[in-house]
């Protein structure tokens, strides 16, 4: 009887790491019968090493030992200073424009257009605007993050029953009570998944905002081993780049069930 379940929760645990697995696995067979040159993908011995060095080391091991906590406050920094900026606007436009037609006329021509821009045409204005550093990259984040959780906001606005909000009002919730009581919890799985997207969003977007000349950062470090050719600083600067968005997707999720009762009712 309780074999079942915990050959379930096994399973659940297991699953999410097949994957990675396997292509690691292709990745240490491709390596071990050359089919794919060191100086195109090193073996994984040696990213293992140089991840080690950049993690761990000391000075005098290497021109990025021991240089992974600065880089990582510095980019973290960044991503949480932009993501913010996208949340504090992204959900109240969202809302309005969800709820009131007016609105999602005035915004839905301009945001839709501004949307379809590629990210690396901002790079050249951002920086005549703000120059080199954390203004520029801050904004790239903002702006590529403000879109998921815009629209996503905006579509779990727009399908809420109008009952609910009569409902509330026949029952005395007046409408800035309602936005709390029943606007957002309705509307919440849709802002938890404009929030996750745009999380990534941000995280993706730390490269091209650190391609400025910042001194630091995960994405700083990959363009500078970009021109000296080093191959598994990149490889190790992009593992670390998707480690830590997992584990802000993770601690987001979290916080959110945390904070909202809907949120809880989400897997």
């Known amino acids: 009887m309780t074999s079942r379940p915990s050959s379930s929760i096994y399973l659940n645990r297991t ?57 990582f406050i510095a980019s973290a920094m960044r991503v949480m200073l932009g993501f913010g900026m996208a949340v504090s606007t992204g959900i109240p436009l969202g809302l309005l424009s969800g709820r009131l037609a007016l609105v999602n006329r005035m915004l839905g021509t301009t945001i839709n257009a501004l949307r ?22 801050v904004f790239l984040v903002a702006l590529a993050a403000f879109f998921p959780v815009f629209l996503n906001t905006e579509a779990g606005a727009r399908q809420i029953n109008p009952t ?25 799985p849709h802002i938890i998944t404009g929030l996750r ?9 730390l490269v091209l905002g650190e391609l400025t000349g910042v001194p630091n950062g995960l994405g700083a470090v990959i363009m500078d081993a970009r021109m000296l050719g080093r191959i598994d600083i990149i490889v190790v600067g992009i593992v670390l ?23 809880r009712r989400m897997p």
């Open 15 to 71: 699953l999410p790491w097949v994957l990675p697995g396997l292509l690691l696995l292709a990745w240490l067979v491709a390596s071990e019968t050359g089919t794919i040159p060191d100086y195109l993908l090193p073996h994984p011995k040696d990213i293992l090493g140089t991840a080690s060095t950049y993690l761990f080391g000391g000075a005098g091991q290497g021109a990025y030992a021991g240089r992974f906590l600065e880089d």
């Open 116 to 137: 379809a821009v590629p990210g690396i045409s901002w790079l050249p204005l951002a920086m005549v605007w703000f120059g080199i550093g954390l203004k520029t990259t």
């Open 164 to 188: 609910l909000l009569r409902a509330g009002a026949m029952m005395g919730v007046n409408r800035l009570r309602a936005i709390f009581a029943i606007l957002l919890p309705a509307a919440m």
């Open 197 to 205: 997207l745009g999380m990534g969003v941000s995280w993706a977007y």
């Open 241 to 263: 780049i998707a480690l830590a968005g997992r584990l802000c997707d993770v601690g987001l999720h979290h916080l959110l069930r945390l904070g909202f009762k809907s949120a």
